[in-house]
């Protein structure tokens, strides 16, 4: 299991003006990417609240020619906030059949996010430039090796303050991922 502590916001500059001030760090490419989510309509911890709010989510990714199935937990602050999610994800060799052998055991489709994501790391830091199919340009940043007992609270302090040092124009932190951004716009009705 990982512990995954990152901050997503919109990017309001140009894709190009983030990218240029993004070249300082080390980039690692273009990848396109779709995310399916799932829920199993018997079992409520899959299916997202009434503000679209997913509380565990199931997910089959293709990477290019890479494909994966993940399981979230997300943790949230006493307000409902996104803390951080455990996140157990292995490798699959056949993305499509794997989408297959969910739908036949009963489990539906929930949402799809197509996107292009640009990759760059730093030495502390993992920064997706991502423009997602119907939601637009966003940015994420993950702190590499949280450990299990550190403050939550403080890393993304500190991730906070790293984002603004960039000096990219982005919104405040979303406190959601893209899957609710996603659903919140497709207002998901159970």
Known sequence: M???VEILVEVLDKKNIAIKKLR???FLGHKKTLDIYFYDPLRKDLI???DGQLKR???IRSKDSEGFIAYKI???DTKGFWLYSDEYESKISDYMKACDIFKRIGLKELIRIENIKSTFISKKYEIVLEVVKGLGLFMEVERHNVKANENIVQVKNEI???IKSLGIKVSLELKMGKP???LRKKRWIK
Request: glycine share 0%; charged share 50%.
């Open 2 to 4: 990982k512990k995954e």
């Open 180 to 182: 609710e951004l996603m």
């Open 74 to 76: 997300d943790h949230f």
């Open 48 to 50: 997202p609240d009434k």
């Open 160 to 162: 906070w303050n790293w």
């Open 57 to 59: 989510c199931l997910r």
């Open 24 to 26: 300082k760090l080390k």
